[in-house]
């Protein structure tokens, strides 16, 4: 069965930092992209970034554009979103998130990826 694990949410003032982490069950998500959406309360869950499986393809949404830093260890199915200069805005239930093919580690919409983890809370507070 298909798992991904998210960790490393919790309470941060403005301006702080906080590490996300995801680890993948299957091995097989070494040849994937992965990435991380987020849902604040009464929104849509939307793209944050993304990477593809050999790290040579990353994305950002604008909104976290030289804040965010996503990577992943490559042999290894994990993928990490180092978060700098936290705003209240980033205030957000975070989602791990896979595709089940090679290509489109850039595709931003919600629908195109097929597996998700629990999802992890952040908050910033002001």
């Known amino acids: 069965q298909v798992q991904l694990v998210g960790t490393g949410g919790g309470l941060v003032q403005a301006g702080g930092s906080l590490r996300l982490s995801c680890a993948a069950s299957?091995?097989?998500?070494?040849?994937?992209?992965m990435g991380w959406f987020r849902q604040a309360p009464g929104k849509e869950r939307e793209f944050v970034a993304s990477?593809?499986?050999?790290?040579?393809?990353?994305y950002y949404a604008d909104s976290v554009k030289g804040r965010f830093t996503i990577s992943r260890d490559v042999g290894k199915i994990t993928v990490n979103l180092q978060m700098n200069s936290l705003k209240p805005e980033d205030t957000a239930v975070y989602y791990c998130?896979?595709?089940?093919?090679?290509?489109?580690?850039?595709?931003?919409?919600?629908?195109?990826?097929?597996?998700w983890g629990q999802g992890t809370q952040v908050t910033v507070s002001s």
């Open positions: 299957v091995r097989t998500f070494i040849y994937y992209p």
């Open positions: 990477i593809s499986w050999n790290g040579g393809s990353i």
């Open positions: 998130a896979a595709r089940s093919v090679v290509s489109g580690s850039g595709d931003y919409r919600r629908s195109t990826w097929d597996y």
